[in-house]
């Protein structure tokens, strides 16, 4: 129903920038909201950046000032721009989207994207 590819992902080094993409694909309703979360290892995962469809975002305190979400409707695709990279950045990122239809919501995820910041 709803594809989700990630890409971008790779190893830099603290201090650099880098920038994931998801598209999705599939069944897309014009309402929605399309995000990224991460989970590094041994670690739950968590909530990185949030967008909808409207362009609102939020983000956790953790990367404000440094990431940047931001969505292309027409493509239904959404970025994650990271600057200012971290080591304790290093994690798989996800791509997730959620959209309602008959009053149910519906969550839906990439298979992850490797983001390794060295020290």
């Known amino acids: 129903q709803v594809q989700l590819v990630e890409s971008g992902g790779g190893l830099v080094q603290a201090g650099e920038s880098l920038r994931v993409s998801c598209a999705a694909s599939?069944?897309?309703?014009?309402?929605?909201?399309m995000g990224w979360y991460r989970q590094a290892p041994g670690q739950q995962r968590e909530l990185v950046a949030t967008?909808?469809?409207?362009?609102?975002?939020h983000s956790a305190d953790s990367v404000k000032g440094r990431f940047t979400i931001s969505r292309d409707n027409a493509k239904n695709t959404v970025y994650l721009q990271m600057n200012s990279l971290k080591p304790e950045d290093t994690a798989v990122y996800y791509c997730?989207?959620?959209?309602?239809?008959?009053?149910?919501?519906?969550?839906?995820w990439g298979q992850g994207t490797q983001v390794t910041v060295s020290s």
């Open positions: 997730n989207l959620d959209q309602k239809r008959l009053g149910r919501t519906y969550k839906y």
């Open positions: 599939g069944i897309i309703y014009s309402i929605n909201v």
């Open positions: 967008i909808t469809s409207g362009g609102s975002t």
